[in-house]
């Protein structure tokens, strides 16, 4: 038999099928303690601020008399309220234009370590508010739990596209839709009256914020970094190999080595590119083009507006005002149990399926429920149709796009653009987060019952797209991915005879760190 050579990657030398290889505990805790800390506190925050909505309403006005004397009117106490929950949003977004910064200096895993200095804070300045008889701490508290967030959503989903073998890259990524369903339940699970849910223990909601953080700075320093990041950005191709070690469990991680390398030849420039790198790219154009779609989509789908009011939603649907907390708890288990079938199956199933089925279903269900709003007061039992539509809902978010976005950032994307994605899908992702959170509620008085029909247009939208324009990624390297856009990027496909002719042809007035990978990429 023919001795292996140095592209075959595709099986290991080992012989072994990797699909059959155990997943290691390093592997496990660097997903489940990477995502507490940060897809965790993303989801908490989308609902923690619903049960005690009422109690921090009376606290701005209360505070709001002391200073000047008379109650405050009501059109501030909408906007101070509209401000507190949207500006988690506007935080979001400036942790997104930071993000990438951060992670060229520190690293994927040094990035989500020194961000939970900012949830911590956030945590202090949220349960001290009310002491120090200041709203504003509470404003710049979800202020910076938002920036928080921004860098989270984008450092973690890459942090795990990068440590993942890619027969289980999309299980493993669905760490990230778990957790923040999971966070979204803990919120309402202790935002119930027998527990936080109190006008005397309201603060305790937002201080929980800092165990989270915590834990994973507990965690998290013992392993390793990405490996990719280490061999392609650090040019550390033993800490590289150590990393891939501890992650698959196994000592001849050749194999997993040569794929980076591989893709690292096929890339035209070997620095990290730029936001406008990127946009002028025309090899990434359609994957930026999805990634952009689809991150929007994500957002105005309308899950949030759901998230943030569901507490309203229900009292409109006719639920008795306290059974809402208990009827809402259901919606944090249903997302969380539909989020942990989607991860236990994209690998069967795929991601594009997953999403289109998701948002088809949304668009749906969002029609239903609409229908069912307008005969709510004519029919006794309508009302619990229409809750069954927002389970529904929920379930159908958390099946594929509630997840799948982050992964696709990831995937869509070879190492030296995948910063800049991530930013582009952040940016996109935080402001139609903020559309939502202001505007939802402007958009529910004018059209009341109607109002979902915006959602169907945008849930709809994006399943055409995808069914379109997405190609299947499940089981595939990032460089086969990239390829798969070759045709309708309207660039040559590059077989793995040219690669190596690609890099000897560099010029060396990008940076000595170019000739220094070619010296490396001959020793090996």
Same mark, same amino acid.
Not at 358 to 363: D, K, P, T, V, Y
Not at 438 to 450: A, G, H, R, V, W
Not at 507 to 515: E, F, V, Y
């Given at each position: ?311 309203? @939603?229900? $009292? ?7 059974? *809402?907390?208990? &009827?809402?708890?259901?919606? #944090? !288990? +249903? ?107 402007? @958009?529910? $008085? ?7 029909? *915006?959602?169907? &247009?945008?849930?709809?939208? #994006? !399943? +055409? ?60």
């Amino acid at each position: 038999m023919d001795s292996p050579q140095k592209g075959d990657y595709k099986l290991s030398n080992s012989g072994k099928d990797p699909a059959k290889q155990p997943v290691t505990a390093c592997l496990l805790s660097a997903a489940f303690f990477g995502a507490l800390g940060s897809s965790f506190i993303y989801g908490y925050n989308l609902s923690v601020v619903n049960a005690p909505a009422t109690y921090i309403r009376a606290f701005y006005n209360k505070t709001w008399i002391e200073r000047y004397g008379e109650p405050v009117a009501a059109e501030t106490a909408t906007l101070l309220w509209s401000i507190t929950v949207s500006i988690f949003a506007i935080g979001g977004l400036l942790g997104t234009l930071f993000v990438s910064l951060l992670i060229k200096a520190l690293g994927r895993k040094g990035t989500l370590l020194v961000n939970n200095g900012l949830a911590i804070t956030a945590a202090l300045l949220l349960a001290l508010g009310q002491k120090a008889q200041s709203f504003e701490m509470l404003i710049i508290g979800r202020f910076i739990i938002g920036v928080d967030s921004g860098i989270a959503l984008s450092a973690l989903p890459m942090y795990l596209g990068e440590i993942t073998p890619k027969h289980i890259r999309g299980s493993i990524g669905q760490f990230n839709s778990i957790l923040i369903c999971l966070g979204v339940f803990t919120g309402q699970v202790l935002g119930l009256p027998e527990l936080l849910g109190q006008e005397s223990r309201w603060i305790h909601l937002f201080s929980f914020l800092a165990l989270p953080a915590v834990l994973q700075l507990c965690v998290l320093p013992f392993l390793p970094e990405s490996p990719r990041y280490l061999l392609m950005e650090r040019r550390d191709e033993a800490g590289a190999e150590r990393a891939f070690q501890r992650f698959l469990g196994k000592k001849d991680v050749s194999q997993e080595l040569e794929e980076v390398h591989a893709e690292a030849r096929a890339q035209d420039n070997l620095q990290t590119a730029s936001v406008l790198q990127l946009l002028r790219s025309r090899a990434v154009r359609w994957q930026l083009i999805t990634i952009i779609v689809t991150m929007a989509c994500y957002q105005l789908c309308g899950l949030n507006a759901i998230w943030y009011y569901t507490n309203g @939603i229900l $009292e409109e649907a006719g639920f008795a005002k306290d059974v *809402v907390p208990y &009827v809402t708890l259901s919606t #944090g !288990a +249903i997302e969380t149990l539909a989020a942990i079938i989607s991860g236990l199956v994209i690998e069967k199933i795929g991601r594009k399926p997953l999403l289109i089925f998701g948002f088809s279903a949304m668009a749906v269900f969002f029609s239903l429920l609409t229908v069912f709003l307008n005969f709510q007061d004519r029919v006794s039992w309508m009302p619990y149709l229409s809750y069954i539509c927002i389970l529904a809902v929920i379930a159908s978010f958390c099946s594929g796009p509630g997840g799948i976005p982050f992964i696709l950032t990831g995937e869509l994307f070879e190492q030296s653009y995948r910063p800049a994605a991530f930013m582009v899908a952040g940016i996109v992702n935080w402001l139609a987060n903020f559309a939502v959170g202001l505007l939802f509620p402007f @958009i529910q $008085e004018k059209l009341q019952s109607f109002a979902f029909l *915006v959602f169907v &247009v945008f849930c709809t939208m #994006g !399943a +055409i797209y995808l069914y379109v324009v997405l190609p299947e990624t499940k089981n595939k390297t990032f460089t086969d991915i990239s390829q798969s856009f070759a045709k309708i990027n309207k660039i040559p496909v590059s077989s793995p005879g040219q690669e190596m002719e690609m890099v000897l042809s560099i010029k060396p007035d990008i940076s000595g760190k170019t000739q220094d990978f070619i010296k490396m990429e001959s020793s090996f």
